[in-house]
Each structure stands twice: as structure tokens, then as C-alpha cells.
């Protein structure tokens, strides 16, 4: 049986046990590489449809972008480029020669997709022009970690054009909010934070970023998605302008948002146990497994066999493990260690009382119902599991946040939590003294939980910890 690190223990080692036995991923061949392993990917195919299906309720449409971008592309917006040199790679030969212009392996699409909104916006009957990519991304990372930082990933960024300031800001906060806070509360049952980053976090090239910050279950957050206001500084790079109704000539406003491979590490940490991976059942790929525990004649497999039609004709997605060659002991524990949340156990004794265990992952709780009743009782189970996976991911986030009065109370917190202090006690001064730590601001809160409009809003709090 597949034996974990216990999270107490060592954490990262916990983590990287996860990843191996529930055969999540593992490493590329090449530095900072991945692979995603089919069980991994089915749970980020999961997440694209859920994210994807709310991107385009909120008008975006998808198309594709360039991997390779020339360099004259980025270094036209200054302080985007000067943010992500360190990051870039960069392609200098192909067909075997040294290439006229070297070419950059998209570390983001700003400067490209800039350079073709600038060709796709006339006037500004045009506008907004609402765009989504789903594609891989180069970053070279100096500290690679599956799913957390690679030096490539999976991702969705998306890109708009607006005619307005106002336009563009409601149109970011409604990503923010209407995308992926909400995907990551309804679908993710994770409790993120809301919040403003400091002008140190910022997006490089950003006016504003926004972000939903996790906790993990070791106290350090996590960077879950983002969305920026980008002003008008790509458009006047890239002459992204349009023709008003007035006849005049005016820039456009921009925001760019996206969210990566980096959720399905946020997901192992912030539910996983010390028996595996914990999948919430709005996400999960199999909500259901059928297990056989034993068969002699062949008849509680059959049984086995009908009820997973039943449940998938309720749409309940199911799996049927009649695979009684391998001891139920042995199975039992591959099915924790991929965090499936109800399992169905049958045996010849509950054949014959007509009856089934269920088996819930997320509090391993067992409780023994009549087969006629298994439908009903797995469909009521997959909304009670969610809704109490939120509530203790909340109750485990609440207990690691901590209201402190001073820098150094919020130092040591932050060691192990999270620190909520006054942002007029941090500033720039204070934020570059928790960086000594190996501390940062996260993000920027009001008291009711909104965000603030500026760094300079009074009552702002901010969010203090180590972080991924």
C-alpha cells in the first residue's frame, strides 16, 4: 500500500508524495519541465471546462496567439519587458542558423495580442473586444515546483480592449468576481482572498492588479488567478486606438486576467490529507466509485454493474472497480490517494442485505444505506460533501489569519499564518523590510472585504505571509 509523508512532518515532502502516488505528475526531462499524468489532467480538463463555460458568459471569445513573438514586440512597452527579462527564453537560431531577430518564447501575450488588436479595432463600434487564450507559457523559473512554478505551464489569459477607463475597470473586477472567485468558491470549495496587490506585486505594466489569494494547510498562501487594468500604456505601445463617435481618435483601455496549472497545486494543498489527494465533488473527474470488495458466483458484480448505470443516468460521473483479483485493502487506498468523494463498497454480505456501504473521503465517514435508496443518498452526498469541504477549508483559513497591531506582531505571525495588519503600518518601507524575511504583502482589503480603490485608501488592511 502507497504510504505518505505526513503533512505535520514535512510538507513539501507530503506534497510531492501526492503527486507521485495518486500519479498526478512528475517531472520533465527537461529543467522545470512537467508532465501531467492522465489522472492530473483529467481534473485541469475539468477545470478549463468550468472556467471556460463562465469566460464566455462573460462575453470573451477564444482564439489563438504565437508561442514565439519577436523581441521587438515586448521591448516597445518598457516596463513590461524590464519585468519579465529575467523570466524570458529566448530563441537565437532555427533551420540551423542564427536568426535575424531573436524570437521569445511567449512568457504572456500582452505585446502580440496588442499588436493584433491594434489591426482588429477601427472605431469604436469595435469595442469592447472581449479575447481568450487557452495555451502553454515559458517562464524560467530558479526554483521549479510542479504545478507551483515551472518553467512551462497551462494556462488561460485573457485580453480586452474598452473604450472607456470605467469600461475596462468594471470589465476586470467582473473576471475577478463573476469568474474566477466564483469557480473557486462554487467548483474548488477553496476560500480564496480577494484583494488589491501592492505597486511591489503588481503585474509588470499593470495600473492595478487583482487577486484571489489561497491559503495552503502549511499557512502559506498561494497566488490562485488575476486580473489587471493595464490603462492605456499597450495601447499607446501599440496603437491600439479607435475612432469615437465624435470623429476623434482615442486610445483604448485594456485589462489582461488569467489563471494556471498553478490551481491544481492549490487544490492538493489546500484540501489533501494525510491519505491523499481530496477532490471536491464539483470538480472531481470520478464522483463516484463502485467497488466490488468480493465476488464468488458473479452476482454482486452484476449488482455492482447496475448501479453505476443508474447513477449515470442520474449524471452522476462514476466508475466501476470489479477488479476482485486485487485485494479491497490495496484498492481502497489507490482510491484515497486520487481523492474520489463517495465510494460505493459491495459485498456478498451487503448483496444479501440488500444494502451497500458509502464511504465519504473528504471525513472518511461510513454509513450503510439499502441499494434502492444508493442513488438518492450519492446525489444528496455530492452537494453536502461541497458544502462542507468549503466550510472546513474556511474554518482552516480563518484559524491561520491573525489581526496584529505592529510590524514585528505581524513578522512573527506570518512565519507560520497569515498576518492581517494595517496598511498604513506597512508602506513601501515596511513591505521591503517583511521582504528580508521572506515575507510579502499578498494583497490589499478593505474591513467589509472590498477592494480598495488605491494604495492610499484609508482602513486598508493588508494580507501578510509566506508564500508559493
Known amino acids: 500500500m502507497a504510504v505518505l509523508t505526513p503533512q505535520q512532518e514535512d510538507f513539501p515532502r507530503w506534497y510531492q508524495d501526492v503527486l507521485t502516488k495518486a500519479k498526478l505528475a512528475e517531472n520533465g526531462p527537461a529543467r522545470g519541465t512537467m508532465v501531467i499524468r492522465p489522472n492530473g489532467y483529467a481534473i485541469w480538463e475539468r477545470m478549463q471546462a468550468e472556467v471556460d463555460g463562465r469566460i464566455k458568459a462573460a462575453g470573451a471569445q477564444n482564439a489563438y496567439f504565437p508561442l514565439l513573438i519577436p523581441m521587438n514586440f515586448f521591448e516597445r512597452e518598457a516596463e513590461h519587458v524590464e519585468g519579465f527579462s529575467p ?39 469595435d469595442l469592447p473586444l472581449l479575447l481568450n487564450q487557452w495555451a502553454n507559457v515559458v517562464r524560467w523559473e530558479l526554483r521549479p515546483r510542479i504545478f507551483l512554478r515551472t518553467t512551462e ?19 476586470a473586477r467582473r473576471i475577478l468576481h463573476d469568474v ?66 465624435e470623429g476623434t481618435t482615442e486610445l483604448c483601455w485594456t485589462t489582461s486576467w488569467g489563471a494556471s496549472t498553478r490551481m491544481l497545486g492549490g487544490l492538493i494543498m489546500c484540501h489533501g490529507d494525510d491519505f491523499g489527494l481530496v477532490l471536491p465533488p464539483a470538480l472531481a473527474p470520478v464522483q463516484v466509485v463502485v467497488v466490488v470488495v468480493k465476488d464468488t458466483d458473479g452476482g454482486v458484480t452484476r449488482a455492482a454493474a ?33 481523492g474520489v468523494p463517495i465510494r460505493v463498497e459491495l459485498g456478498p454480505r451487503d448483496l444479501a442485505e440488500n444494502a451497500a456501504l458509502l464511504y465519504r473521503r473528504d471525513t472518511r465517514d461510513k454509513n450503510k444505506v439499502g441499494i434502492d435508496d444508493v442513488v438518492d443518498e450519492v446525489q444528496r452526498l455530492t452537494g453536502r460533501i461541497q458544502t462542507d469541504m468549503f466550510e472546513a477549508a474556511t474554518a482552516r483559513r480563518d484559524a491561520t489569519v491573525s489581526d496584529c497591531a505592529t510590524l514585528e506582531q505581524a513578522r512573527g505571525v506570518a512565519q507560520t499564518g497569515v498576518a492581517r495588519v494595517p496598511w ?12 528580508s524575511s521572506g515575507l510579502t504583502v499578498r494583497c490589499l482589503q478593505l474591513s467589509d472585504g472590498s477592494l480598495p480603490e488605491t494604495d492610499d485608501d484609508a482602513g486598508a488592511l493588508a494580507y501578510v505571509a509566506r508564500a508559493y
Not at 473557486?184 to 484571489?212: H, N, Q, Y
Not at 497566488?223 to 479607435?242: C, D, K, P, V
Open 87 to 125: 523570466e524570458l527564453a529566448v530563441v537565437t537560431h532555427g533551420g540551423g542558423k542564427e536568426l535575424t531577430e531573436p524570437l521569445a518564447i511567449r512568457p504572456t501575450s500582452e505585446a502580440v495580442i496588442g499588436e493584433y488588436m491594434a489591426k482588429w479595432v477601427d472605431s469604436y463600434r
Open 153 to 171: 505551464f497551462l494556462w488561460q489569459e485573457g485580453h480586452t480592449a474598452h473604450a472607456s477607463q470605467a469600461d475596462a475597470r468594471q470589465y
Open 180 to 245: 474566477y472567485l466564483e469557480f473557486m468558491r462554487s467548483v474548488l470549495a477553496m476560500p480564496v482572498i480577494v484583494g488589491r496587490k501592492t505597486a511591489k506585486e503588481r503585474f509588470a505594466g499593470a495600473e492595478d492588479t487583482m487577486t484571489c489569494e489561497g491559503v495552503m494547510r502549511d499557512g502559506k498562501a498561494l497566488q490562485m488567478a488575476t486580473s489587471h487594468e493595464l490603462g492605456q500604456r499597450f495601447s499607446r505601445a501599440f496603437n491600439i486606438s479607435y475612432s469615437s463617435a
Open 306 to 338: 447496475a448501479l453505476v448505470e443508474l447513477l449515470r443516468a442520474r449524471g452522476v460521473r462514476v466508475s466501476l472497480d470489479d477488479n476482485v483479483a486485487q485485494a479491497f485493502g490495496w484498492r481502497a487506498t489507490e482510491w484515497d490517494l486520487q
Open 424 to 435: 498604513e503600518l506597512v508602506r513601501t518601507v515596511g513591505e521591503q523590510d517583511l521582504a
